[in-house]
């Protein structure tokens, strides 16, 4: 259908186009514009400074990435590996668990969920003020717990091998909430006569989650994994705050920000680096839908 | 229905402490050092206030000048908030139904483009242009002309049977009307959820009122925050404190409207690629 | 006319009322607004609230506007770039350039930051400025001079590489007197070891660990030179880097490395975790252990603040064996420059005029914690001065890294102070062979 059903003759295809106008100019200027403007610096040499020079140089940023840059781009695409497979698992598993155990009637499960949300409204400085304080290793509540489980000290946010799986764990609270109430949204389009069918073919708790639940809930699935990937490849703001990017948690958008913001800041090596990170997010994000549309399908 | 293994009052003891230790705990935790002296902070910062205070509420408030800021960051959120949300139903309806030629091509357009990086730089320099920079009415221009919660309302339109259009169209409802009275209503829960994240995100946006409002008097409170942060930075009784106070404004807002919140998702959850956020862009922190 | 001048003069107003921030006030009847824009540090911003008070007494009509933000999380570099493209800022605090941002040439090194804004001309050239004349040429040439021109006023320098803050009584109590040499400071924690306390307190999550390296460095490769004569040693590092004949495996940095490892030894273990917002409290109230605190010499006010009763002390790292070369190596800091786009370009020479003051400066001095950079005002009277008013007379401007091109890996430009051990995972030979190879790909070699 090429024209809705409003307006006369002659308003009739004008109607649609009215009515996308306004944002999409709105779009065109201050969202599309400013993007296009960064795949264009992407291809210079510019400090980001005004009336400084700027240089088109083609491709020579992106060649930097695969050779002067190479060791730092790998280790950080590492990073953001771990983190990006670590934060969707868990995070799914966490909203998963809370959305089973929390989707019931009554205000005291209002009151829980709303609390298990409640992380994410609060702005990144505030989160990261919140860890800072509790992880400190001498004025934090953790390192008591900490020395009360194991007996020793250890320097949490400061340690190579806990900052990471540290980081994940702040976002995996901040945001399960999230993924919690979107599994419960699931959970409540399953048709009730499905489980009760499976009680009658005598399947248990287990076998019934298994082949009933997990199954129907793959549209919430679906939706989950992608938005958890999505939102733990971009995100840099929580872990710039919680550690730097120090202790081996440079992810590549970190690594964007400090090219584009750091001591020697360079508008065109943080404008491609900016780049890798859409692509890396195309490429992943992709297969994610392809993948996790046709498991839709094939359950 | 089965009989539940966990008897009902286990479960709900275990979602409590669930709640309460796991997630709302460090809050908490932040929010007590509030009611700290700075002294009694650095004596004992793991317990209890003592003694108890209200000082650094106090301090807080007016050293930072958050009273004015605190409605400016008002209009900053609920301006942009509300007129995105009806631009991007505007937006996402015509696309949803498949209206014009070639929507398939605009919507993949959309969620193409919005994945591309932003760029703060470009758009100062575009905002200055515009005779955007440093006054009120430009930043609200620069922050509501856009469709926000697209994706998510195209997945949740299209839960909206098509008939009622036709019907309304043949007694005469206008466009404009229909979607005021007919589409919007339909779409509470979506645009109460919407409502919410896009609240929240203005009101925590730092970055863009940084670079584009230079008069003090028009700050909103979080960059006035920042500055805060900045003069008093071992002082965490006060930071807590002036954090608390920004951050009073969304907890009220969230605690009137969570209600809203799982029927708002379980709405968008029906469609796979709703509600993708827009990549942050560099220096954006939220 | 005569009833005509009021009546326009009233319409002027309300159409000035009518206007969104005050953008098109009436030329001559409104206030002329001078915009001095700094980062956040308390001491230095309660500084120029007060200097921006006594300028507007001085000059009826004017208002200064201060604009400013924390550093983190890239807010200021934000701030500052847009108050540059705006054209609307008149004084503007950026960090010295150092002559290490200006490579020669032949290296085909684009400048970056304020090096940028110098070499396209963005910056008002300050050299012939009176108020020039009351700071010492050569340092402000080495932090902020390019071909001759100064473009900028370098106002703060602090003792940053090997800073030391110590708390005098637990010293005296132990009979230990401030070290000269790096045994002397070894035996010292050793001692402290001994009586079951923790010498070295620091706060690892920002890296305040390199300050010890850099405070051995700065010591070992300025040995036996002049201290007019940084500037060259820097030179001849970054050539000798550029031209390959020097690497970060050479000896002399695993030596630095060695010195590095013995002092680490007696450093807090769980320091690494602890952030630069609580060390300096946490150090300060804690008065019967942790007798050292490496930080930068601007955290005075800071540790004070959390503990005024404290009897603080500092020094300077003795980083070799011989305690003629053990000097005070001072970082430039915060340098006022001039935009070339500045609206109000005299009123802002007449506020660095201001500023420059001896007896504004001294205050200056005083509410950051700066060394001087005016040869005549030199003692605050600032009780942990002391030892570094003592020591003025051999200090040197700190050396500044090999030139690398702009994006090039930190690794680069020296040890990954976060990734070193003991704080990090990596062994010493595996650091520094690391920056060697950065540094071999970013200079082409």
Known sequence: MAAGPFGTRRTRRLIPWASIAIPGIGWLLFGLYPSLATVGYSFTQ????PGTPLNVCGLCNYTAAFTSLSAQVWESLQVTLVYVVGVTVLQNVAGLGLALLLN?????????RALIFMPQIFSVAVVGAVFALILDPFTGPAATAWKALFGSTTAFLGDSSLALPLVMLVNIWMFAGYSMLIYIAGLRNIPKPVYEAAALDGAGRWRAFLHVTWPLLAPATTVNVFLTAMGALGEYALILVLTGGNFGTKTLGLYMFESAFGGNSQLGYGSMLAMLQFLLTLAIGGTLLFTLRRREIQL | MRTNPLRAGTRNLLCFGIAALLFAAPLVYLFLQAFKTFTGFLQDPTGLPHPWTLENF???????????????????????DTVTLILGVFLAFPVSRGYFRRSNAVYAFFVFSGFLPGGLIPLFIEAQALGLYNSMPGYLILTSLSGAGFFFFVGYIKGIPREIDEAAALDGCGYVRFIFTIIIPQMKPALATFAIFGFVHAWNNLILPLVMLSDQKLWPVTRGLYSFFGEHTQNWPLIAAGTFIVAAPILLLFVALQRHLVEGVAGGAAFGTQGVAVPAEPGEAR | MRTFLPVAAAITLTLAGCTTGGSTAAPGAAATTLTVAQWTNAGAIEFTKQLNAKFEKAHPGVTVKLQSTGTANG???????????????????????TQAAFPPESTGIQPSGVAALITAGQLTDLKNQPFMKNYDAATQAAAVGHKGGVYGVMAAS???????????????QHGISVPATFQEFLDACATFKKAGKTPIFLSGKVGMQGGIWQGIENQLLMKGREPAESVDVSAERAKAFWDGTQKWTDPVYKEIGARYAKVMQYVEPAASGVDQQTAPGVWAVKTDD?????????????IQQANPKLNLGFFVLPGTDDAAANRVAFKPDLTWVVPASAPHKDLAMQWLAMFSEPDNYRQWLRLTGSLSAQPQVQNTGLPWMDWLDAHTAGSFTQLTPPWTPPGAPLDASG?????????????????LSRSAAAYAKSAGH
Not at chain 3, 290 to 302: A, I, K, M, N
């Open chain 1, 46 to 49: 510019y400090s980001g400074l």
């Open chain 3, 75 to 97: 807010a200021w570099a934000q701030l500052a770039n847009s108050l540059l493209q705006a054209k609307s800022v008149d004084v503007l605090a950026r960090f010295a350039p």
């Open chain 1, 104 to 112: 019931r009637p009554g205000r005291s499960y209002t009151v829980y």
């Open chain 2, 58 to 80: 106090g301090a807080a408030w007016t050293q930072g000048d958050f009273g004015r800021q605190m409605l400016n960051s008002l209009v900053y959120a609920v301006v942009p």
């Open chain 3, 290 to 302: 942790y007798p050292f605190l490496v930080d930068g010499s601007w955290d005075g006010l800071t």
């Open chain 3, 415 to 431: 040890p990954d102070f976060y990734k070193l051990a003991p704080i990090g995972p990596d062994s010493l030979e595996t650091i």
């Open chain 3, 158 to 172: 602090y003792a940053a590489a090997g800073a030391i803050w110590y708390k005098k009584d637990l010293l005296a």
